[in-house]
């Protein structure tokens, strides 16, 4: 912005907008406020429920030489993509879910999971993925899983390929 003073076109354009817009409200009285979170409202979002456990046969994360060798340079053809960003752990896993098995029924082979970085790269959805798509109920879908490379989201993504 510069401090030029203003051309009398722009004055009058200005004095226009001016008398259209209204200043924020902002609430009044004492209990119109949120309470601000403690510690045990953070601590009780980041915890697992108790239904929620590891599956006895996890995932391997083994690719064969050719597919580690074409994840490394980016060279995976993406057949879907399903994006986590800005939702809960409560949301997030149920969406993976039905992606995963979409792009199980279409018959894709490579599904492109988008869980974000998260605050200081340790992020709810990124951490808590790998235990997300061990579920019995999507295992069998799924051959193995690599983390992503930079041009499909990097630290914040992940390939999940999908048996035929």
């Given at each position: 912005m510069t401090d030029r003073p203003?051309?009398?076109?722009?004055?009058?354009?200005?004095?226009?907008?001016?008398?259209t817009v209204a200043p924020r409200r902002r609430p009044k009285g004492k209990g119109s406020a949120k309470p601000l979170p403690t510690r045990e409202?953070?601590?009780?979002m980041l915890r697992i429920p108790a239904g929620e456990?590891?599956?006895?046969?996890?995932?391997?994360?083994?690719?064969?030489?050719n597919q580690d060798k074409?994840?490394?340079?980016?060279?995976?053809?993406?057949?879907?993509?399903?994006?986590?960003?800005?939702?809960?752990q409560a949301t997030a896993r149920p969406a993976l879910h039905k992606a995963i098995m979409r792009a199980a029924n279409r018959n894709k082979?490579?599904?492109?999971?988008?869980?974000g970085k998260g605050l200081r790269g340790d992020?709810?959805?990124r951490r808590n993925f790998p235990d997300w798509i061990a579920d019995p109920a999507i295992r069998p879908l799924i051959a193995?899983?690599?983390?992503?490379?930079?041009?499909?989201?990097?630290?914040?993504?992940?390939?999940?390929?999908?048996?035929?």
């Open positions: 203003l051309k009398p076109g722009e004055r009058k354009v200005w004095k226009h907008v001016a008398q409202d953070f601590a009780n456990t590891k599956s006895a046969k996890p995932i391997p994360k083994t690719l064969d030489v074409r994840v490394r340079r980016g060279r995976v053809e993406v057949d879907a993509k399903v994006d986590l960003h800005d939702m809960t082979s490579c599904l492109l999971v988008v869980t992020g709810v959805l193995t899983y690599a983390p992503a490379h930079i041009k499909h989201g990097g630290s914040g993504a992940w390939y999940v390929f999908l048996k035929r």
